[in-house]
Every structure is written in structure tokens, then in C-alpha cells.
Nanobody, 122 residues
Framework: QVDVVESGGGLVQAGGSLRLSCAAS????????VAWFRRPPGKEREFVAA????????YYSDSVKGRFTISRDKNTDTVYLQMNSLKPEDTAVYYC???????????????WGQGTQVAVSS
């Protein structure tokens, strides 16, 4: 099973930008679709964005569409999440994971990484 390492979080003012990185450890992401999820304070983990391997097709939740961009560097086996026009409601711990081929909103890994904290001040 792959391990993932998320990084790039921080504190930013509303309207600002951050870029998160997700690196594979132990083995590569190979051909799996990779997704970002987030857990806002006191809430359940929710889907944010996903990207497939072969065609780099992307999927976004309605709440981030038009503001966030997911991308994938196959050479370095890293997945990025560029977050622009950040809002206080984007405050959360962000996680990445491999997801199933049948449903990009479902993780196929037993364990989640540590995540990276994003805090957006108003």
C-alpha cells in the first residue's frame, strides 16, 4: 500500500492562495486516480478534487470549482492542489489519497496521511 505525504498548508488571509503537494511514499501512485479531501473543524471529511492518471481528467466539488486546480506530475509522482481566492470556509485539514476507479469520492487506502492544515482568516 502506498503512503502519502501532504504538505504546503498554512495560514492565509481571505482571497489569498496556497499550493498543496501530495507525494507518494513506499510505491508510486501508478495508474490510480488521486484525490484531495478535507476535514473542516467539527465536520466530516469531504471530497474536494480528483485527477485521473491517463487523461488527467479532473473532478471538483461545487464548493471549490473555479477556485481550485488539481494537477499531477507523473515524473515526480506528485499531485498538487492550487487553491486561489481562498475563503474562511476553506479552513480544514487537507488530505490526499488514491481513490477507486468506480467512484473518485471513495478512498481505496486503509490509512490516511497526516494531512496539512489550511487556515483562512477573514
Amino acid at each position: 500500500q502506498v503512503d502519502v505525504v501532504e504538505s504546503g498548508g498554512g495560514l492565509v488571509q481571505a482571497g489569498g492562495s496556497l499550493r498543496l503537494s501530495c507525494a507518494a511514499s513506499g510505491r508510486s501512485f501508478d495508474t490510480y486516480t488521486v484525490a484531495w479531501f478535507r476535514r473542516p473543524p467539527g465536520k466530516e471529511r469531504e471530497f474536494v478534487a480528483a485527477i485521473t492518471h491517463y487523461t488527467s481528467t479532473t473532478y471538483y466539488s461545487d464548493s471549490v470549482k473555479g477556485r481550485f486546480t488539481i494537477s499531477r506530475d507523473k515524473n515526480t509522482d506528485t499531485v498538487y492542489l492550487q487553491m486561489n481566492s481562498l475563503k474562511p470556509e476553506d479552513t480544514a485539514v487537507y488530505y490526499c489519497t488514491e481513490v477507486t476507479y468506480s467512484d473518485y469520492r471513495v478512498s481505496r487506502l486503509d490509512n490516511w496521511g497526516q494531512g496539512t492544515q489550511v487556515a483562512v482568516s477573514s
